[in-house]
């Protein structure tokens, strides 16, 4: 099977799957979510709100698209095949929620919002995005590295993907399910990209 195949494959089953959980999570109501939010709304602190303003940045296309582009460029094109591979994970981590939120259409959160927002809710895309990029930028860089030092960075990027999300939930603009959902989205998504479809570009030895 191709990469492109194997691509659209991963793409269209992470779809319907989030697209199925999504519809799921609506028809629950699940008041978990709900209180969730409520607590963390009637406990906000001035700098730990300041703190998650910016941090919720971190999973912003914008801010995210340029960083993979850099690591792209500063490794000179040495591996395609890994390269190639970020390219599509990070778009895809753009789309996938994008279209995800078409489909369930989750209103966000009626409570007080810290960001104005008027978009749907469920997947969070600042989750899945940090999630996703994160990730496969934290597998490229480390691949030279020991053992011990390769899972700290993946570590570290699994850190701040569950940070990114915290703050979502925290500035009130998503549930804890939208988060979550982000987050496995985001990761399944990389993992399926660069350990199924990335080999299918590398050179047959």
Request: proline content about 4%.
């Given at each position: 099977m191709?990469?492109?195949?194997?691509v659209l494959?991963?793409?269209?089953g992470l779809a319907?799957?989030?697209a199925v959980v999504g519809f799921g999570v609506?028809?629950?109501?699940?008041?978990?979510d709900i209180g969730i939010i409520q607590a963390v709304a009637a406990h906000r602190d001035a700098t730990v709100t300041s703190i998650a303003e910016i941090v919720t940045y971190a999973g912003s296309f914008p801010i995210l698209a340029p960083i993979a582009v850099a690591v792209v460029l500063l490794r000179r094109w040495n591996r395609p095949a890994d390269d190639i591979a970020l390219v599509v994970i990070a778009a895809g981590s753009a789309a996938l929620p994008w279209l995800v939120k078409?489909?369930?259409?989750?209103?966000?959160?009626?409570?007080?919002?810290l960001q104005h927002l008027s978009s749907l809710s469920f997947p969070s895309e600042h989750t899945t995005q940090?999630?996703?990029i994160y990730l496969t930028i934290a597998i490229v860089l480390s691949k030279e590295l020991g053992?011990?030092?390769?899972?700290?960075?993946i570590g570290l990027a699994v850190v701040i993907a569950v940070v990114v999300?915290?703050?979502?939930?925290?500035?009130?603009?998503?549930?804890p399910t939208d988060v979550a959902a982000g987050l496995l989205l985001g990761w399944s998504w990389a993992l399926l990209v660069f350990h199924w479809a990335r080999p299918s570009l590398e050179p047959a030895s």
């Open positions: 191709t990469f492109g195949l194997r494959g991963s793409f269209l319907i799957i989030t609506r028809a629950l109501s699940l008041g978990l078409l489909i369930v259409a989750r209103p966000r959160p009626s409570l007080e919002q940090a999630a996703a053992r011990g030092l390769r899972e700290l960075v999300a915290w703050s979502r939930v925290y500035l009130g603009v998503h549930y």
